[in-house]
């Protein structure tokens, strides 16, 4: 959420305050856009969270759940920071990298699981 106020108070500096005032469809436009920016962030973080701190205990390797979880993290930024500025080919691949990474934690934790037998 730090992220989304951040880059969208820099996209009013970067679009200027008085032009966004008198193009209302601009500034509508620009609200939509970080309405779905945090609506995505509050479908996809709660989840990856809740999947990263429930495989801490069993994950096979705690090495590759931080790597996994940091690499997730910078992806989700990414992703927020593409979608803002419409850079559609970039924002795909960040999310696909996040959501391979949250599927790494899966595999990780399923593989500790499978250790504990």
């Not at 779905?36 to 701190?53: C, G, M, T, Y």
């Not at 959501?99 to 899966?106: A, K, N």
């Amino acid at each position: 959420f730090v992220f989304s106020f951040f880059f969208f108070y820099f996209e009013y500096l970067q679009k200027g305050f008085k032009k966004l005032d008198q193009d209302t469809s601009a500034r509508e436009q620009l609200a939509q856009r970080w309405i779905r920016v945090v609506s995505n962030d509050l479908e996809q973080v709660p989840l990856a969270l809740l999947i990263a701190w429930a495989s801490v205990p069993v994950a096979r390797s705690p090495v590759a759940h931080a790597v996994l979880i940091s690499i997730f993290g910078l992806n989700r930024v990414l992703y927020s920071v593409f979608f803002a500025y419409e850079k559609q080919p970039h924002r795909t691949y960040a999310w696909f990298f996040a959501i391979l990474s949250v599927l790494g934690m899966i595999i990780n934790t399923f593989v500790g699981c499978a250790d504990l037998w």
